[in-house]
């Protein structure tokens, strides 16, 4: 028997990201505490608020034990989640809002970068390189951050008018917009394959 | 006009209106006066700020016609904080609706807490690129607003009052008629609409999910972080604190502790924790004291 993946369910939009799971056939535990991590074959860090999500991870003590999973296992960070993920923050200095990346993913991300709620989209994105499709798929950004920079170690793999919206590194995959919100289980169906 | 949801556009912008409000969930959504509170509130962990220039409870102290807050004040919130930033405008006061969007706030509360504006019809809120969230009472109330354009739906509760017991019963009674749509015939469906006087494709869309088209989030009257779990455990996806955190004696930590209980709902032991140590909760009022005319769950349509 497999492990389920992991949905780190401390805030956000977990419950679209089970939906695409099961809609695969693959079963879903949710993350909360350290030990859980033990259980999870892969973990799933949702969209929703980075300062939220970097407070709950902290008084949680969570900060670590990601790390340590995500050297022997695969994440997936959609949005708040890539910003999570990521190495460092461009545009505000730490502290400004006390959101503290885990550094597990190397790239340097803008938050809200694209503006306020009014300033979200949904556009064609080429994800190619992730998974051999050239067919585009129809990407949601919400109030989405922006990919700066990427370190030697990542790889652009899904881009939005040449600018990178996708970042891997070995078996972690961050997105900038939300597969979860729509019914195409493409970028879910990829990640799960990185796990081998 | 065009029916929106036969629209590829409208659809796909109320996806994104929809897809913000799935980002708020497992998280809490408070009431700030001022760029100070809305600081606090983001460092406690909120999810969102609901800018106003008078918390519920005060409304209520002071009465008078309560408004739209000044767009002054707001942008002071949007430049202090980096998380999404709410406003509410008077049921069916589109003209308020249109400022808050050009100001660029995230979500718009059409809300029964400021003096309606219109005694018949709320905002079309297809009409906006900005999502909404309304209050509701019963599943018909919620089913229209939805109908409307609304990306969000909260329980009425009686906000300001520090009492939870009507947040309590609007949650429950849209559960409950979910769990009848349910249990529905097809062909019972459109009796069903008009009974709740509700649109129909909205009846049928609800009765197939079994649960609301939008999130579903709890508000009015929630004080404590064990008010917050007793809310997420009947089903709620989200907690508006309105008055509970900034009324109460000492807020910052009971904003965090309310965090954390949305988080944790369901574990008692944690629950224990946070509620140790908080200060005297707001004082509040028991709503089944009030004059009828006093209560504002009443406001909508």
Not at chain 1, 69 to 86: D, H, K, Q, W, Y
């Amino acid at each position: 028997m497999s492990l389920p993946v992991g949905l780190l369910a401390l805030q956000g939009d977990f419950e679209m990201h089970r939906q695409a799971l099961a809609d695969l056939g693959h079963e879903t535990r949710f993350v909360r505490r350290p030990a859980e991590l033990a259980e999870v074959s892969a973990l799933v860090i949702p969209g929703g608020e980075s300062t939220t999500l970097t407070r709950l991870v902290a008084r949680a003590g969570l900060a670590d034990p990601l790390r340590a999973f995500a050297s022997e296992r695969p994440v997936l960070g959609t949005c708040a989640g890539l910003i999570m993920l990521s190495s460092e923050l461009a545009g505000e200095k730490q502290g400004d809002f006390g959101v503290e990346p885990l550094g597990i993913l190397d790239c340097v991300v803008s938050r809200n970068a694209y503006g306020r709620q009014i300033d979200s989209f949904t556009a064609p994105v080429d994800a190619t390189a992730l998974d051999g499709d050239s067919a585009p798929v129809r990407a949601v950004f919400i109030r989405a951050p922006r990919i700066m920079a990427v370190g030697a170690g990542a790889q652009v793999v899904v881009t939005h008018e040449g600018e990178p919206v996708g970042v891997r590194q070995g078996a972690v995959l961050g997105l900038t917009f939300h597969p979860e919100l729509t019914s195409d289980r493409r970028l879910h169906r990829a990640f799960l394959e990185l796990g081998g | 006009m065009e029916n929106p949801w036969n629209n590829e556009a409208v659809g796909e912008l109320y996806r994104q209106k929809v897809g913000l409000a799935e980002m708020l969930k497992g998280g809490v959504i408070m009431d700030v006066t001022n760029a100070q509170q809305a600081k606090i509130a983001e460092e406690a962990g909120a999810v969102a700020v609901m800018a106003l220039e008078r918390i519920p409870s005060d409304i209520r102290k002071t009465g008078g016609i309560a408004r739209m807050s000044q767009p002054g004040m707001i942008k002071e919130i949007q430049a202090m904080v980096s998380i999404p930033v709410m406003a509410k405008v008077r049921i069916g006061h589109f003209a308020e609706a249109q400022i808050l969007e050009a100001l660029g706030v995230d979500f718009i509360d059409e809300s029964e807490v400021l003096t309606p504006a219109d005694n018949e019809n709320h905002v079309y809120k297809h009409d906006f690129k900005v999502p909404f969230v309304c209050g509701c009472r019963n599943l018909g109330e919620a089913l229209r607003r939805i109908g409307e354009g609304a990306a969000m739906m909260r329980t009425k509760g009686e906000a300001g009052s520090g009492d939870v017991v009507e947040a309590v019963t609007h949650m429950r009674a849209v559960t409950e008629g979910i769990r009848r749509l349910q249990m529905m015939r097809t062909d019972e469906l459109m009796a069903e609409a008009k009974r709740l006087g509700a649109p129909y494709h909205v009846v049928v869309e609800t009765a197939e999910l079994g649960k609301l088209p939008v999130p579903n989030f709890a508000a009015g009257g929630i004080a404590t972080p064990a008010d917050a779990s007793l809310m997420m455990q009947l089903g709620a996806e989200t907690v508006f604190v309105g008055s509970g955190i900034f009324a109460s004696e000492d807020p910052a930590p009971r904003a965090k502790a309310i965090v954390d209980a949305v988080t944790f709902h369901d574990d008692p032991a944690k629950l224990m924790e946070v509620s140790m140590k908080l200060g005297e909760a707001m004082k509040g009022r028991a709503v089944n004291e009030m004059d009828e005319s006093e209560k504002m769950a009443g406001r909508g349509w």
